[in-house]
């Protein structure tokens, strides 16, 4: 069984807790979520990716990366620093996230970045959970998600509840699989190969021509430098997609400035 299997596992146990009628209920009451799309294809106009700065503890191939920061007091860095939206991992068992870090940011800490959802979602329960917590836009990955039936019910889901979906594809195959999705608008290239966990910007440079124009792209994974950024604004990268190299920096300031394109002054 590998990582992604597991983890697929754990959340059925974990959906098998959640109350799908409660939680729908609940995001339909929730406020409106906050136009992502638009937040992070802004930038494009100045020939730059914007930068969706992520709140992340660990990660199952790398182990423990930050588990001291104050994820609150980081957030407010990214904000402040050019980042144009914050992905909030919120898995508990592998990534060392909690769901409650979201709804805290949203409705408590008044993020004014939009927010993003980034687990494994495989339920409309999840869903539901997702915009009652105060997400602007949720992840789908592709690779989690096999049943097209699902995959597309799951996104036609997420957008009837005004959501953003990002999604998440690693090669030809799922790219094709994502197209086929109806009104899909940004799609996310994983540069980390999920049998190896080898990471290619290699990924993006070759699967971004299978994508329309009008379709937002945003590249993750393996992104760690401004020649990095350069790289990607060449083919037209809308945003990338960073956690690892800003939360193990030990400048974090200027490690999302320089992502980001903006020169900001570090604190």
């Keep these: ?28 009451s929730s406020p409106v979520p906050r136009d992502f799309l638009s937040a992070i294809k802004r930038q494009r106009f100045f020939s730059r990716p914007s930068l969706i700065a992520e709140l992340k503890r660990a990660s199952p191939s790398k182990g423990i990366l930050a588990s001291h920061l104050d994820l609150f007091q980081v957030a407010d860095i990214y904000a402040q620093n050019g980042a144009a939206a914050i992905s909030v991992l ?68 997420a957008i009837n509840l005004g959501l953003t979906v990002l999604v998440e594809v690693h090669d030809e195959a799922e790219t094709e699989r994502a197209l086929k999705l109806q009104d899909v608008k940004l799609i996310g290239i994983n540069n980390r190969n999920l049998a190896t966990f080898e990471v290619s910007l290699e990924t993006t440079e070759r699967l971004r021509p299978m994508i329309p124009a009008e379709i937002g792209v945003v590249a993750e994974s393996g992104i760690f430098s401004a020649q990095d950024v350069e790289r990607l604004a060449i083919i037209n990268i809308d945003a990338i997609l960073v956690g690892e190299a800003l939360v193990t920096s030990n400048d974090i300031p200027a490690k999302v400035s320089e992502l980001a394109g903006i020169n900001v002054q570090s604190s």
């Design 90 to 157: 919120t898995d508990e068992k592998f990534f060392m996230g909690k769901l409650e870090t979201l709804h805290d940011l949203r409705f408590t800490r008044n993020s004014i970045l939009p927010l993003l959802r980034k687990d494994f979602i495989i339920d409309e329960a999840q869903v539901y959970e997702s915009r009652a917590n105060g997400a602007d836009a949720i992840l789908l990955i592709a690779a989690a998600l096999i049943d097209d039936k699902l995959f597309a019910s799951l996104h036609a889901c």
């Design 1 to 28: 069984m590998n990582i992604l299997e597991k983890i697929i596992l754990q959340k059925r146990i974990e959906i098998a807790a959640l109350d799908a009628p409660i939680l729908r209920r609940a995001a339909e």
